[in-house]
């Protein structure tokens, strides 16, 4: 299913909210989040945006607006959180999976998951659970 660019932007929201949920955005961290967008999230589909650029970058883009903009890690998991209840239907097994594995591989950077980032992926996989 073809993915409007506001589900690209909310995705940044969440990883974003994982990634700063212990106070701090690392380095490491956006690289782990450019592997994915590469290897994973690109795939999703093919769709451009107006400047003909894939639109899983603007992932990047807004993830790093939100940290230049010291955005609340917990105001933005309740973007994700709003605009995926109320866009369910974008959300399927393999979406949910592909969040997950994102998630987990932002949070395990420095090779163990502090309580911080174990707590929110906690309700995150609950509510990916809970969406249908």
């Known amino acids: 299913m073809k993915k ?3 589900f690209y932007e909310k995705l940044a929201y969440l990883f ?4 700063d949920c212990d106070g701090n955005v690392n380095s490491k961290e956006l ?12 795939s999703i589909d093919n769709d451009q945006d107006e400047f003909n650029t894939d ?3 603007e992932i990047e883009a807004i993830f790093e607006w939100l940290e230049d903009n010291r ?3 917990k105001d933005a998991y309740k973007e994700f ?3 995926a209840t109320e866009h ?21 950077v420095f090779k163990s998951v502090n309580h911080a980032e174990d707590n929110i992926l906690h309700e995150l996989k ?4 809970k969406l249908s």
């Open 4 to 6: 409007p660019e506001s």
């Open 16 to 19: 974003y909210a994982i990634a």
């Open 31 to 42: 690289y782990k989040l450019h592997e994915e967008v590469v290897s994973i999230w690109k």
């Open 55 to 57: 639109l899983a970058f």
């Open 71 to 73: 955005y609340s890690y």
């Open 81 to 83: 959180t709003d605009y």
């Open 88 to 108: 369910k239907r974008l959300f399927d097994v393999l979406v949910k999976e592909k969040i997950m594995h994102t998630c987990n591989n932002i949070a395990s």
């Open 126 to 129: 609950d509510f990916l659970e």
